[in-house]
């Protein structure tokens, strides 16, 4: 049988024109156009081309760079380099340009704030192109590890025990000093000694201004290699990363807008994140969801204040374990009398309230507790059982009702499908375990080229290469 083989030292003839490298049908053509019919003044990227000086490259050319690069995965400054000399398609892109890995790390740091905003004017391309109705969004989020270890994460607890141990260090070696010079017996030592002393007082010095800051701010913790990180819980364990949230449009999957945030949980963010992308939409949208992780009742109000329609689960709502007969849904509360009942019938008087956690304490007569048959399993307290109700536990009430209806309980599955996708692609597809950069607005930046990666899949997919180019020249 025959073999096919390659012959290096074969004579071609390449086309004469880069123009010609690539297919008409090709991804890297839809990538173009799209950064062609961006407006690069409104994303903050100077457009000049008459400055005088040194020439500089095409901010143009260099944003189609990093979102065409992002797109495969390619988020290394040196990497992008490697494809602009020997991938076609990159060379296409860039129309011959070879800028270096520093040119490439310079421009993507300078213009973090105009990377930013590209996913917006890519979700506006959506909403014009009618991939996005803007009628039902759904949010979600997903951890994502940052550009630094969880061995550099201090807190005061680690500080005041590494201090401690400091100073013990300290007065050992000091009180070593000593009785060499009393003994006067190697004294070259000496030297060695109080180099250690000023190792380790330096040492002492780091961690205390490391405590002073983390007081000063008063956060809980502090990353010395990235600041702005947190710590992170995941399936992965505990690691430095951030909280990346996404807003997900029902009708094609598009992502409307994106943001990161160092909380570890996504109990404050419900509101701020659909505000976000109303105005991103330049319109209200008719419904709202999310799952249990966003059930804070006071961001839930924010949005239902509006007219929205909320469909967001309780905390029980989602569990999949059947809820015990005395459960505090199974207590009813009579607004008349401001008290609870519980299922054995007996009465729930309110006793106290707290006003920083903004809910109201209910219990019983620790007696008529002790005397129910149901002690033991409903409570094992003397003095009798207790509940607690939130100062907005109507509207509560009221969203758990409409989570339940028919009509929202097919949104909600349909959330999965939108909401979740996006994810999947972005730490997949595209590769990203992690952000490359440090600080807020550089993790954003590259959320936003990531989010817009996704955005240009679907809408590939959806209209193919030749039809998303003809819409957008459209």
Not at 77 to 83: G, H, I, P, Q, V
Not at 390 to 402: G, M, S, T, V
């Amino acid at each position: 049988m025959a073999y096919l083989s390659g012959e290096r030292h074969q004579g071609q003839l390449f086309p004469q024109q880069i123009e010609d490298y690539v297919p008409e049908n090709v991804p890297v053509r839809a990538y173009d156009a799209f950064v062609d019919a961006l407006d690069l003044p409104a994303l903050g990227l100077a457009w000049e081309p008459g400055k005088v000086g040194a020439p500089a490259y095409d901010p143009r050319t260099m944003l189609k760079l990093l979102v065409y690069g992002y797109s495969y995965g390619l988020r290394s400054s040196r990497k992008l380099e490697r494809e602009c000399h020997y991938n076609l398609s990159f060379i296409w892109l860039t129309g011959g340009l070879k800028p270096d890995h520093k040119t490439i790390a310079e421009f993507r740091r300078r213009h973090k704030k105009a990377l930013t905003a590209v996913l917006k004017q890519c979700a506006r391309v959506g909403l014009k192109l009618g991939l996005i109705a803007g009628n039902t969004l759904f949010v979600d989020g997903s951890k994502v590890r940052a550009s630094a270890g969880i061995g550099k994460t201090w807190d005061t607890k680690r500080c005041k025990k590494q201090l401690a141990k400091l100073d013990e260090r300290i007065r050992k070696i000091l009180a070593e000093c000593e009785s060499t010079d009393a003994c006067e017996k190697d004294n070259a030592s000496l030297v060695r000694l109080q180099e250690d002393v000023a190792h380790e007082q330096a040492l002492r010095a780091k961690v205390k201004a490391i405590l002073e800051q983390i007081e000063s701010q008063g956060s809980n913790s502090l990353n010395t290699t990235d600041a702005d990180c947190a710590r992170m819980q995941s399936r992965q364990g505990k690691h430095a990363g951030y909280n990346l949230q996404a807003v997900v449009d029902e009708q094609q999957g598009l992502i409307v807008s994106s943001d990161v945030v160092n909380d570890n949980n996504d109990r404050n963010q419900f509101a701020a994140q659909i505000e976000q992308a109303q105005e991103t939409l330049g319109k209200p949208c008719e419904t709202a969801c999310a799952d249990s992780g966003y059930s804070d009742v006071e961001e839930l109000a924010k949005i239902d204040s509006q007219g929205v329609n909320v469909v967001v689960p309780t905390q029980y709502q989602n569990g999949k374990e059947e809820l015990g007969p005395f459960h505090v849904s199974r207590f009813t509360y009579d607004h008349e009398r401001d008290c609870f009942i519980c299922p054995a019938g007996h009465l729930l008087q309110h006793a106290s309230t707290e006003r920083r956690r903004k809910r109201k304490n209910y219990r019983a007569v620790g007696s008529v507790c002790r005397s129910c048959p149901h002690f033991g399993v409903c409570t094992r307290s003397r003095h009798g059982r207790k509940v607690t109700r939130l100062f907005q536990a109507d509207l509560r009430e009221k969203l758990q009702r409409q989570y339940e209806q028919p009509d929202n309980q097919a949104i909600y599955r349909r959330r999965k499908e939108r909401a979740e996708l996006p994810f999947g692609h972005i730490k997949h597809n595209l590769k990203c375990t992690g952000f490359t950069l440090r600080g807020l607005d550089g993790v954003k930046a590259q959320a936003s080229l990531l989010a817009t990666c996704f955005n240009m899949t679907r809408m590939i997919n959806l209209l193919g290469v030749a039809g998303l180019i003809a819409a957008l020249a459209g």
